[in-house]
């Protein structure tokens, strides 16, 4: 067995008289370290799961990867692409993909007896990939649309059914702006509810055949391909294979590209994460020194001993070192069942509730990422280790002599 270790353990379970004082100051050393890895481990976990949140639902929304005409503008009315195309529909089978599905939308006025609102009816076909609705499904049914039968269901954001006071299977009628005006009438299928009002606010999903029929484009136009990919970290490079696979004519770019202001602003959410990392690091270290200071003053009798029988400086630091160590991992083992209790509490009970007009959803999100966790757990270990280094140096200046005879 390793003889500082060993030291270092009998000295840190030794119940003697002299330890009474020393014994509530590791203590609370113990609990500072457990609560600041404890608001660490919080802080990831949810902003991570905000991030993660926001992120899943723009991109259920308007997909990782659109592909549109090239002289598409910035307004909701698509400019024609022709379905048939090399990538459509085999690129979902090459590594990396997940769905590619044709849309088109096109704006519109939803008028009732008493209220009117502006809104965007996005078309999809019989491809429509509709997990994510069916995630965030309040109320009713995901319409089923097919390329023979033009379906009249569509399915509504609950803010435009709270809005405009629709329920499930009353009839809408849809004003869009051609030459002259068309008139659509639609059945409310489905009301789903994400909490993203900038999308909620304003999106109606219905049958892309009403935006053909309306637009006069042939039954083999669509406005553009919705492609979906396996891992968002990936989404740079997947764009740049699609964009290297569509004809000269069209262009592809990512929902970064896309809704830059959204992601940008998701980013800034890292800075708030490591200043609180920062914060909590250094109250850690802070504790940990003054823990090993009380030590090291407490045990200077133990030091002249063990440098009178011949050991080196460096040894006795590794027994202090140790001994520090121990208390770090206690911190830590304690740090780790509150933050992943308290989560596990929140991910599956929800106590903790949001105003989703302001922070996009209604509970306090919770991401499980067990390499984040890992790492900020190795991360803590490392630098306070490091950072007990320095003050071990204060054992290398006391001479076994004095040491011995101190009191």
């Known amino acids: 067995m390793n003889v500082e270790y060993f030291i270092a353990n009998r000295l840190f379970t030794a119940k003697e008289e002299n330890n009474r004082y020393t014994k509530p100051i590791l203590g609370i050393a113990i609990l500072a370290i457990g609560f600041s890895v404890a608001i660490m481990l919080l802080s990831i976990m949810i902003v991570t799961g905000f991030k993660k949140d926001i992120s899943d639902k723009i991109i259920g929304f308007n997909s990782h990867i659109t592909i549109t005409n090239f002289t598409e503008n910035q307004s909701y009315e698509s400019e024609p692409i022709y379905k048939h195309q090399d990538f459509y529909p085999s690129i979902r089978n090459e590594d990396g993909f997940k769905h590619i599905q044709v849309y088109a939308t096109k704006a519109g006025i939803i008028k009732t007896n008493d209220e009117i609102l502006g809104s965007v009816l996005k078309g999809v076909g019989n491809d429509f990939d509709p997990s994510f609705f069916k995630q965030n499904l309040v109320e009713g049914k995901i319409p089923v649309y097919s390329d023979t039968i033009t379906s009249n269901k569509v399915l509504i954001s609950k803010s435009i059914s709270n809005l405009l006071k629709l329920s499930i299977n009353d009839n809408m009628v849809m004003y869009f702006v051609n030459k002259p005006p068309r008139v659509r009438k639609f059945i409310v299928e489905g009301i789903y509810e994400t909490g993203l009002s900038d999308f909620d606010d304003l999106m109606v999903i219905g049958d892309i055949q009403h935006i053909q029929k309306l637009n006069g484009w042939q039954s083999d136009q669509v406005g553009g391909f919705e492609v979906t990919i396996d891992n968002f970290e990936d989404l740079e490079m997947m764009t740049s294979i699609v964009y290297n696979q569509i004809d000269y004519n069209l262009n592809a770019f990512s929902i970064k590209e896309r809704i830059p202001q959204i992601f940008d602003w998701l980013a800034l ?33 133990l030091i002249g001993i063990l440098k009178a029988f011949g050991a080196s400086n460096w040894s006795v630091r590794r027994v202090f070192l140790y001994n520090a160590l121990n208390i770090i991992l206690k911190g830590l083992i304690l740090g780790n069942f509150i933050a992943l209790g308290l989560a596990l509490v929140q991910h599956h009970f929800a106590f903790f509730q949001l105003d989703p007009n302001t922070y996009f959803m209604h509970t306090v999100p919770i991401n499980f990422n067990l390499t984040y966790i890992a790492l900020l757990n190795i991360g803590t270990i490392i630098v306070c280790y490091l950072v007990l280094v320095i003050p071990s140096v204060i054992i290398t200046k006391i001479t076994p002599i004095k040491a011995i005879r101190y009191e």
């Open 269 to 301: 959410q890292d800075i708030n994460v490591r200043v609180i990392l920062i914060l909590m690091l250094i109250v850690a270290c802070i504790n940990m020194i003054t823990a090993l200071l009380i030590l090291i003053l407490e045990r200077t009798r």
